[in-house]
Nanobody, 120 residues
Framework: VQLQASGGGLVQAGGSLRLSCAAS????????MGWYRQAPGKGREMVAT???????DYSSSVKGRFAISRDTGRNAVYLQMNSLKPEDTAVYYC???????????????WGQGTQVTVSS
């Protein structure tokens, strides 16, 4: 199982970006997916998560600006980021929990990360 993230880039403060992440492999279910980020010199923090019932959770720092969504059929998760701030600059990682495949189960899978840079 692999997660492939895309959509990062350089944007000015106040701008928008949309991140995408797709899981590949013989997957038949994923319990929850999410986005995390890690800024230089800081630990990795949760940005947003979404479960199979499409219930969402957001970090207080992004609530009202970011929106997470999920396409269960495509095993994909998206993050629409609006009103971006310089403090949103980080490497963004997608995550999947309890991935069930035809061969085995994976408790947790991480994507490779995509850089988001917001200039002031």
């Amino acid at each position: 199982v692999q997660l492939q993230a895309s959509g990062g880039g350089l944007v000015q403060a106040g701008g928008s970006l949309r991140l995408s992440c797709a899981a590949s492999g013989s997957i038949f279910s994923i319990r929850a997916m999410g986005w995390y980020r890690q800024a230089p010199g800081k630990g990795r923090e949760m940005v947003a998560t979404i479960n199979r019932r499409h219930e969402t959770d957001y970090s207080s720092s992004v609530k009202g600006r970011f929106a997470i969504s999920r396409d269960t059929g495509r095993n994909a998760v998206y993050l629409q980021m609006n009103s971006l701030k310089p403090e949103d600059t980080a490497v963004y990682y997608c995550n999947a929990l309890n991935v069930a495949t035809t061969d085995k189960g994976y408790p947790e899978v991480w994507g490779q990360g995509t850089q988001v840079t917001v200039s002031s």
